[in-house]
């Protein structure tokens, strides 16, 4: 089993910068990747960046250029580097364990982009 533990979240004015980190512990030897997802009320669960243990990274067009996903693997945490925020960015984020099958999931954090 996996666990994923998230924080950093909170409130920020729009412009303004938040760093969340999400740090794995457990049975980590199927985990392919990990990455971030965001969910607002009544919305599926979206994606924001995810990157594999190698560092090969991906983007949702929303985030491209404003937000930075790296991977310190001798940590198992990954980080999101959020600058520029918006109020649509407000949503709560989750953290993600990635394998080939289920992914692993964090209990998620909020996060609130003050306009």
């Known amino acids: 089993q996996v666990q994923l533990v998230e924080s950093g979240g909170g409130l920020v004015q729009a412009g303004g910068s938040l760093r969340l980190s999400c740090a794995a512990s457990g049975s980590l030897f199927s985990i392919i990747g990990m990455g971030w997802y965001r969910q607002v009320p009544g919305k599926q669960r979206a994606l924001v960046a995810t990157?594999?243990?190698?560092?090969?990274?991906n983007y949702s067009d929303a985030v491209k250029g404003r937000f930075t996903i790296s991977i310190d693997n001798a940590k198992n945490t990954v980080y999101l580097q959020m600058n520029n925020m918006k109020p649509e960015d407000t949503a709560v984020y989750y953290c993600v364990g990635q394998r080939i099958g289920p992914n692993y999931w964090g209990q998620g954090t909020q996060v609130t982009v003050s306009s």
């Open positions: 990157i594999t243990r190698g560092g090969t990274t």
